[in-house]
């Protein structure tokens, strides 16, 4: 069925007269399958390149005709070793691709030093055939730009994930460690196409149960799956685990007991999982225990799981997503201001790992200040895949030009051109280690993601970690040709598409730099007005502060000084009203309704305007769609129809919610052409 299961690994039969061009460049496959990555490279490749021409190549060992495709290592094909390609500078992960002759026939080579690298060039080979890319003359050279490339699963011992709009978690944990869903391995491969390396299993918010011998168990089995693919398993690690499964009094980490107890349980973990990762931590915040519960800092915590890793390779991914509503301060500034302090106070097996963004995954926000501001700490990227604050799984909303608007962006902190790309890949500050983290939005659905559109995002994630410097309109056209088609009049339409829906739910939802204006504890649907509740910081009218005289959370000078953590180029623009850039307006100022924006208009018109436009963009997007059908396949495309419909309608909602809401502190009327509120 065309149900979405394949993910981009669709491998459909090319065009008859494609399909022959690529035979005669694919005509034997000369590749080893002498360990597990290897067959797993071999199996790949049979399984692509025979469902893409529609035959299948033959194996052999040697070069015999033109159009031979020949892979592997130096040390696991003679052939290759005897090519004497460049591989220096490949590393572990690396590759090339390179068209050749042997012995008068013309070849195709992916080399790399190790298998997992020639896997991976495996997979790039497949998306050149698969996006109808030439073979013909091929110099390629690929290495990852960042080491650690995660997905963070948010999922819970019972199968609920935490922010999940794709159905119950894929780990079947009642059936492992015996019973190795299928399932497993094609998440493997997707993962393994796009390079992402490891995988971290368990929610943040953490169980301490899964450090216990039965899950642990578990963990090993599905490392064991992953492992071929080059894929590392990692453990979120509750701080209290000494207190609720190693029956001690305290987690303290200055307390030689807790510290011995995390080293045998470091030592427990890799005598079943030799390669683990290494533990990824939420500490002190959202009411999670921590190293502060016992007057200790987050480097203290952070050390203490360092040390227990540390003699068998592994890392600690430690979070910077602390607030707490018990500091009055704009809690925008809390990240910065508590780690900031500490830099240069970690193992170096630490990673401190940053949300984009200072809040929390709003369809907008500017980068986060820590970027730039620790270079003596590795610090790494942690996007949201799954879209807890952009309407779910129904709301289409490409996330490629969010990371890419995040990553692009200049810190100044070694002047001009200081991106947080540069930070992320461990350029600006020479770290030692890095790594980008996507909170997965993986689930049991059909097509893993909840929509079909919401595997792009999954998709450019891994691209955009592999190499953060990569841009979102080509990743969302290599993404079409491989998931819906390579025709020009299918691929334009859809990559338009994508590149607008995320700035259509901006409008929609929060414009102007407006932020966390959803419905309470859900985050589904407008609901500017929360207030009350059981804190400050978790109620829109703590962000939007609307009143009588305007609307937005004043960050300059006067008001939180929150954009005192940024260098001061990048603070003295967001902090001036007159050159804060616009999509920000409302982040960093509160400004009055007859402010005069860009346009021309009064803010409060302005306003409107915006989330009338989102809803419009939001039909533009439904009418694009609707003339692709019977270019596309029925069931993915009435499941998107389906699903634009609703955007639509609900774009409709949160615009006349806001605007309704807005409106009793504005007391102004709609502009002229704008129909009221439904
Ligand atoms: O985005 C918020 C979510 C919480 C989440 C938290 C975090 C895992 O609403 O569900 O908890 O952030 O990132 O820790």
Do not use: C
């Amino acid at each position: 069925a065309e149900d979405g299961y394949d993910l981009w690994l669709r491998y459909r039969p090319l065009p008859a007269d494609s399909a022959t061009t690529y035979r005669a460049n694919v005509s034997q496959l000369i590749l080893p399958d002498a360990t597990p990555t290897q067959a797993a490279t071999r199996a790949e490749l049979l399984r692509g390149l025979s469902g893409l021409l529609g035959s299948t190549p033959s194996v052999s060992t040697s070069v015999s005709a033109d159009g031979a495709v020949i892979v592997g290592t130096p040390a696991s094909s003679p052939l290759i070793a005897g090519l004497r390609l460049k591989l220096q500078g490949l590393g572990r992960e690396g590759y090339l691709i390179r068209s050749v002759s042997v012995g008068g026939h013309r070849a195709t080579v992916i080399a790399a030093n190790e298998d997992v690298g020639a896997l991976y060039g495996a997979f790039h080979f497949l998306r050149l055939v698969q996006t109808a890319q030439p073979l013909a003359a091929l110099d390629l050279r690929q290495a990852p730009h960042v080491q650690l490339r995660v997905l963070n699963h948010w999922d819970n011992l019972d199968r609920h994930v935490e922010r999940g709009y794709a159905g119950e978690s894929i780990w079947d944990w009642h059936k492992l460690p015996d019973y190795l869903d299928p399932r497993y391995t094609d998440y493997a491969r997707a993962n393994a196409s796009l390079g992402i390396n490891g995988t971290v299993l368990n929610n943040v918010n953490a169980n301490a149960l899964s450090l216990t011998p039965m899950y642990l168990e578990k963990a090993a089995a599905l490392a064991g799956v992953f492992r071929p693919y080059g894929i590392r398993v990692y453990l979120s690690a509750r701080f209290s685990a000494p207190i609720e499964v190693g029956g001690l009094k305290t987690a303290d980490p200055l307390d030689p007991q807790v510290q011995r107890w995390w080293r045998d349980k470091a030592d427990e973990i890799y005598k079943v999982i030799p390669d683990f990762g290494g533990f990824l931590v939420k500490a002190n915040s959202e009411g999670q225990p921590g190293p502060q519960d016992y007057g200790r800092t987050h480097a203290d915590g952070a050390n203490m799981l360092a040390d227990a890793v540390k003699p068998h390779g592994g890392v600690v991914m430690w979070r910077a997503f602390v607030y707490s509503h018990e500091e009055p301060d704009d809690r925008a500034k809390q990240a910065y201001s508590e780690f900031v302090p500490l830099d240069g106070k970690f193992r170096d097996n630490v990673i401190v790992q940053v949300k984009n963004g200072a809040i929390d995954f709003q369809p907008r926000e500017p980068f986060h200040p820590l970027f730039g501001a620790m270079p003596k700490t590795p610090l790494m990227m942690e996007f949201q895949i799954t879209k807890e604050y952009l309407g779910f799984a129904t709301h289409l909303a490409y996330l490629g030009p969010m990371y890419e608007e995040t990553l692009e962006a200049d810190t100044h902190r070694r002047g001009k051109g200081s991106t947080v790309a540069k930070v992320v890949d461990g350029s600006l500050h020479k770290y030692a280690l890095t790594g980008m983290a996507g909170v997965a939005n993986i689930g049991s659905d059909r097509n893993w993601s909840g929509s079909q559109f919401d595997q792009a995002n999954w998709y450019v994630f891994g691209r955009m970690a592999w190499d953060p410097s990569l841009k979102a309109r080509p990743i969302a056209e290599e993404w079409t040709r491989m998931t819906f088609s390579n025709d020009a009049d299918v691929v334009k339409p859809i990559v338009e598409m994508m590149m607008g829906s995320r700035e259509a739910v901006v409008d929609y939802m929060t414009p102007l730099g407006l932020h966390h204006l959803m419905g309470n504890g859900h985050h589904y649907g407008p609901g500017p007005w929360v207030s009350g509740g059981p804190r400050a910081d978790w109620t829109s009218v703590y962000y939007h502060r609307a009143n009588r005289d305007g609307i937005g959370f004043d960050r300059s000078a006067s008001g939180s000084n929150a954009v005192a953590q940024y260098a001061p180029p990048v603070a003295r623009e967001f902090g001036d009203i007159k050159h804060v850039p616009e999509k920000y307006l409302l982040w960093f100022h509160h400004v009055p309704w007859d402010y005069r924006t860009q346009s021309g208009r009064t803010l409060w018109d302005e306003l409107v305007h915006r989330y009338t436009h989102g809803v419009d963009s939001v039909k533009q997007m439904e009418q694009a769609w609707n003339g692709l059908d019977g270019r596309i396949d029925a069931e993915r495309h009435a499941q998107v129809a389906t699903f634009l419909a609703i955007q639509h309608k609900e774009a409709q909602w949160w615009r006349d919610a806001s605007i309704a809401y807005f409106q009793t502190f504005s007391q102004r009327p709609l502009p002229e052409g704008q129909a009221p509120p439904a």
